[in-house]
């Protein structure tokens, strides 16, 4: 089991520009989200997923798409980077809903800077 | 809206005992949980109350209070590798986190 993997790892954009982040996990389960982690402001939820077809906003969703094709994959794509959008954003899933007690899995993050 | 507030920093030392408090409001609450993330890493799951009481896994305990939206993670025994960021999050349906509470454990 690989677990969530997210890739880039890493990545720099200029303003203005488009990428997906991609992220993959093998556990089946329904549930995925989407962070974004800032100094001081903790893990703040983007968007979510409670199953393949299905995707919500979270609390800071302005800028982010997402897409639920399948069960394994929940990319998030940012439309027209902007420099607010430099942060770590971390994938998670879990076999449960949001907050029922589901452990959520983390993948390792993506380092996003847009100059 | 929703929010978890739970101190920004506390400081210890080795062998010691440590609580951090989470006080919580959500738009549907399932219960609360726990989180540690060590400096450059992901978070990873400590613990889960869905009832009121005191769960203990280890050095680690959770309690919750459902009457007063509130809860703690007391940890015990404190060892260096315990200095990380430690949150609370909680929500019905969705997860939300609270800001983080910043462990430095000395020797």
């Known amino acids: 089991n690989a677990g969530v993997t997210q890739t880039p790892k890493f990545q720099v954009l200029k303003t203005g520009q488009s990428m997906t982040l991609q992220c993959a996990q093998d556990?089946?389960?329904?549930?995925m989200s989407w962070y974004r982690q800032d100094p001081g402001m903790g893990l703040r939820l983007i968007h979510y997923?409670?199953?393949?077809?299905?995707?919500d906003q979270g609390e800071v969703p302005n800028g982010y798409n997402v897409s639920r094709s399948t069960t394994e994959d929940f990319p998030l794509r940012l439309l027209s980077a902007a420099p607010s959008q430099t942060s770590v954003y971390f994938c998670?899933?879990?076999?449960?809903?949001?907050?029922?007690?589901?452990?959520?899995?983390f993948g390792e993050g993506s380092r996003l800077t847009v100059l | 809206g929703q929010s978890l507030e739970q101190p920004s920093e506390v400081t210890a030392v080795e062998g010691a005992i440590v609580q951090i408090n989470c006080t919580y409001q959500t738009s549907g609450f399932y219960g609360l949980s726990w989180y540690q993330q060590h400096d450059g890493g992901a978070p990873t799951f400590l613990s889960y109350?869905?009832?009121?009481g005191l769960e203990e896994t280890g050095r680690f305990s959770s309690f919750l209070s459902r009457s007063d939206s509130y809860g703690y993670l007391l940890l015990q025994e404190l060892q260096m590798k315990d200095s990380a960021s430690y949150f609370c999050?909680?929500?019905?349906?969705?997860?939300?986190f609270g800001r983080g509470t910043q462990l430095t454990v000395w020797p």
């Open positions: 997923s409670v199953g393949a077809g299905i995707t």
């Open positions: 556990m089946n389960h329904e549930y």
């Open positions: 998670a899933s879990s076999y449960s809903r949001g907050g029922d007690g589901g452990e959520l899995f």
């Open positions: 999050a909680a929500g019905g349906g969705r997860l939300y």
């Open positions: 109350n869905a009832l009121d």
